[in-house]
């Protein structure tokens, strides 16, 4: 078992900058990949941003791409999402996930289906 546990949302103006964390426990021996996916009132969930597991290569939606930074520090089993020039469009409720299953590929996951755990999500409201 893995429990993830999303923070640092919140309600930013246009053009700020957030950083979301999002910290692992439990079954934490192995690195994971872990992507970032967000979900808007209305919407379907839709993939963000991902990063292998070692952190050496990653992947970003188009919507973000050129303003949003993933990271990750393994030794303390945390990743992190460094959002910037928020638009009201990048409101939603942002869910990390883990793919735990064996994995040797160091490959990144865009697809909700490929991972294993989700976090319960942190809001982040983006207001003119």
């Known amino acids: 078992q893995v429990q993830l546990v999303e923070s640092g949302g919140g309600l930013v103006q246009v053009g700020g900058s957030l950083r979301l964390s999002c910290a692992a426990s439990?079954?934490?021996?192995?690195?994971?990949?872990m992507a970032w996916f967000r979900q808007a009132p209305g919407k379907e969930r839709e993939f963000v941003v991902a990063?292998?597991?070692?952190?050496?290569?990653?992947y970003y939606a188009d919507s973000v791409k050129g303003r949003s930074t993933i990271s990750r520090d393994n030794a303390k089993n945390t990743v992190y999402l460094q959002m910037n020039r928020l638009k009201p469009a990048d409101t939603a409720v942002y869910y990390c996930?883990?793919?735990?299953?064996?994995?040797?590929?160091?490959?990144?996951?865009?697809?909700?289906?490929?991972?294993?755990?989700w976090g319960q999500g942190t809001q982040v409201t983006v207001h003119s």
């Open positions: 996930a883990a793919r735990t299953r064996p994995d040797y590929s160091g490959s990144y996951y865009y697809t909700s289906g490929e991972y294993d755990y």
């Open positions: 990063i292998n597991r070692i952190g050496r290569n990653t």
């Open positions: 439990g079954r934490t021996n192995s690195w994971y990949p």
